[in-house]
């Protein structure tokens, strides 16, 4: 049984591929499994000009 709030099903592929395409421009495989807010605070407060 079909509910009556349900969004069509050509509707719902055209959002998919709106997400999709939006998704897509920022590049999400480049990412990994290490990175970790912690990470990126800690290489924002490090010295650059010290070797550590």
């Known amino acids: 049984m079909a509910c009556a709030s349900a969004v069509p099903l ?15 421009r920022f590049r999400t495989y480049w990412g990994s499994d290490a990175a970790s807010f912690g990470n990126y605070q800690s290489h924002l407060d490090a ?6």
């Open 47 to 52: 010295d650059p000009t010290t070797d550590s």
């Open 10 to 24: 050509e509707d719902a592929r055209k959002r998919l591929r709106l997400l999709q395409e939006w998704a897509g």
